[in-house]
């Protein structure tokens, strides 16, 4: 199976060198070629189960309630400015 | 025997009854912590200011007759995997992208510690992110097995699994999304509990696979492990996936005959297993027969299809979750992802990639759907399933090195029920020739863990092997 590993990193954001892409490149592909199994088993008509908990629209009361203060949720990053978090031009 | 050997519940006796003091328990566990931390690796951080200051608050409010009831692990010193968000205390999950990440809050269940009254002695070592089965994909080195340190623990709660094994503390909090407590508590010797997805709270746990994570003890004894359900379990607003259903009283029923108890097995369970852990959960599964159990043969759905489904889900979802570490709000850059937290994002980024969705993460989800039903209609004719928790006892230091499939070939016999968000529960059922712990899981319907809790508690009356202690 052959995956082009320059546009999954891509995708993944992910910095990867030329032998961490050499060899992900091979191990995807063998786990692919495992999981390739699931193939051999008749899925026709059957609805894919996304979570077990038989809960569905779980909503409750939009309240106001405390939450983090400014300062505590700043209080992890390296980059602020006047009480924002501080990142690079996303556009030019 | 010393104070850091008890388990909760003769912990909390001896406390009741003014035998020693939280301090005195507390200090022995640091004590224990200090000794052997240098070759087991079980904790990525000790907080022992903290810990001692809880502990003497801890005494205060006894001597002040707070009553225990109230607080039911008042005094009690534990370890938590490092997964869980604790407030001001370092939490990394054992990645260096999070290596100076102090949490702004706490996760619920550590809230729930808290509350209860809990010492809380450190964070314990995992796999990255709980990437693994093993402890070996952590970037701050592996945890050891305490009963025998060129073996691996386990994992990735093996830190917690660890912590317990070896006396540094009382209780591990672990989290599981597919074998995550239950294989590291058969490898080390220890009574491991995953709750029904959705029992306990995962807010605050930093999420590995959501549809699957569930929190859950590491404890010496089956009792202590109910009563820790009864302090974690319940709905929680902050996790919309928490049930509404109540909670039941979880140690009232451990002593309940089982007579006629419907217990099932599956050849596939067994097949490929080691030879000592197959004689040893037959034994117990004669033993249950003498008890008056029902041992029946089931079919099941094959383990090893089970593995392809999880290595999907858990890859695809590993990928969505993980994409919020961008180095902006909190934590390192994702240069800082160790080697197997990048080959799963790349897994799951290709599979649910445009064009892949409907062959890899539809088709496991479909697949998934067929495994809930295979597990809903063996309940229709068995109360409980039991089976070896893992293929094989403690591996040696090394085994999951540029194995991609590590994890999921150790945790074949676990990850089934997982994906069906059902119960376990392992318990140690013996020891192999080279005197390894071995482990088997109870697994039952979800929310029937006070049966499984009551069927490991009656085995574990007729063979307490946790008496048995890892020589280090």
């Known amino acids: 199976m052959k995956i082009d590993i320059n546009h999954v990193a891509k995708l993944a954001n992910l910095p990867l060198n030329s032998s961490e892409k050499e060899k992900f490149e091979k191990q995807l592909s063998e786990t692919l070629t495992y999981v390739n199994k699931l193939n051999s088993i008749d899925t026709k008509n059957i609805e894919p189960t996304s979570q077990v908990t038989g809960l569905e629209n779980v909503v409750r009361e939009d309240e106001a309630k405390p939450a983090l203060t400014q300062a505590e949720a700043l209080s992890n990053t390296k980059s602020q400015h006047n009480g924002f978090f501080k990142v690079k031009a996303i556009l030019e | 025997m010393n104070l850091n050997q008890l388990t909760i519940k003769e912990a909390k006796e001896g406390l009741k009854n003014k035998k020693f003091s939280s301090v005195e328990i507390t200090k022995a566990c640091l004590e ?36 225990l009831e109230a607080k039911p692990l008042l005094g009690i010193p534990i370890s938590i995997k490092d997964n869980f968000c604790t407030i001001g205390i370092l939490t ?130 089956v009792e202590d492990s109910a009563l820790l359900l009864n302090i974690l379990a319940g709905h929680d607003q902050k996790d919309a996936t928490t049930s509404p259903k109540k909670i039941e009283n979880y140690t009232k029923n451990l002593d309940k005959n089982i007579k006629g108890l419907r217990i099932g097995i599956s050849d596939d369970y067994f097949k490929g297993v080691d030879e000592d852990v197959v004689l040893k959960v037959h034994e117990a599964l004669k033993l249950f027969g003498k008890e008056g159990a029902i041992i029946k043969n089931i079919k099941l759905f094959d383990p090893s299809s089970s593995i392809a489904v999880y290595t999907i889900l858990q890859r695809a979802e590993v990928s969505s979750n993980l994409a919020r570490y961008d180095g902006i709000r909190y934590g390192n850059g994702r ?97 192999s020739r080279d005197n390894l712990p071995i482990g088997m899981q109870v697994i039952g319907p979800q929310f029937a863990e006070s049966l499984i809790l009551n069927v490991a508690y009656k085995y574990e009356q007729q063979k307490p092997f946790y008496r048995q202690r890892a020589n280090l």
């Open chain 2, 32 to 67: 224990r912590i200090k000794n052997i931390e240098p070759k087991l690796n079980a904790f990525v951080t000790v907080t022992e200011r903290e810990a001692l200051e809880s502990a003497k608050k801890a005494d205060d409010l006894t001597s002040q007759g707070e009553v």
């Open chain 2, 92 to 221: 990394t999950a054992s990645s260096k992208v999070l290596e100076n990440f102090i949490p702004p809050y706490d996760a619920t269940v550590v809230e729930k510690l808290k509350n209860a009254g809990a010492i809380i002695l450190g964070k314990t070592n995992m796999d990255a992110w709980a990437h693994g089965s093993s402890t070996e994909t952590s970037d701050f080195g592996s945890t050891k097995n305490p009963w025998n340190l060129k073996r691996l623990p386990g994992g990735s709660s093996g830190g917690a699994a660890a912590s317990v094994a070896s006396d540094e503390a009382l209780l591990g909090i672990g989290s599981e999304t597919a074998g995550s407590i239950r294989q590291p508590a058969s490898w080390c010797g220890t009574v491991g509990l995953k709750p029904t997805y959705g029992r306990v709270s995962r807010y605050g746990v930093i999420a590995m696979a959501s549809s699957l994570d569930s929190p859950g003890p590491i404890t010496k004894i």
């Open chain 2, 335 to 431: 240069e800082y992802f160790g080697e197997e937290a990048k080959r799963r994002i790349m897994l799951g980024t290709y599979a649910l990639s445009a064009g892949y969705y409907d062959a890899y993460y539809k088709k496991a989800q479909q697949v998934r759907t067929l495994i809930v039903k295979d597990f809903n209609e063996a309940f229709e004719n068995v109360d409980v399933i039991i089976a070896p928790t893992s293929p094989s006892t403690a591996l040696p230091v090394g085994s999951s090195k540029d194995n991609p499939m590590f994890g999921e070939l150790a945790d074949i016999l676990v990850e089934p029920s997982s994906i069906a968000g059902l119960p376990g529960i392992n318990i140690t059922c013996g020891f």
